[in-house]
């Protein structure tokens, strides 16, 4: 099994930036991408940003140009950054970590942007 535990996130003013990160524990070493997801309330939760061992990435189109993430393998370790926040970007941040045994989630960051 993999453990994600989410750090960060918080409140800003739009236009701000905040960092949310994500540490991998237990089966870390199965694990094949990790990435981020968001769940605004009664909205669907959907992909962010994904990156794999090799360093690819995805961004959804509502985040490209101001959302980057990276990740330390060193520490199991995934980060999002996020500039230019907009009161749209509210919600709840989920780091997920795909493994050769499955899906994992993590319990979720609050980042509340006001506007």
């Known amino acids: 099994q993999v453990q994600l535990v989410e750090s960060g996130g918080g409140l800003v003013q739009a236009g701000g930036s905040l960092s949310v990160s994500c540490a991998a524990s237990?089966?870390?070493?199965?694990?094949?991408?990790m990435g981020w997801y968001r769940q605004a309330p009664g909205k669907h939760r959907d992909m962010v940003a994904r990156i794999t061992p090799a360093g690819s990435t995805n961004y959804a189109d509502s985040v490209k140009g101001r959302f980057t993430i990276s990740v330390d393998y060193a520490k199991n370790t995934v980060y999002l950054q996020m500039n230019s926040l907009k009161p749209e970007d509210t919600a709840v941040y989920f780091c997920?970590?795909?493994?050769?045994?499955?899906?994992?989630w993590g319990r979720g960051t609050q980042v509340t942007v006001s506007s």
């Open positions: 237990g089966s870390a070493f199965s694990i094949t991408a």
């Open positions: 997920v970590a795909e493994t050769t045994i499955g899906g994992y």
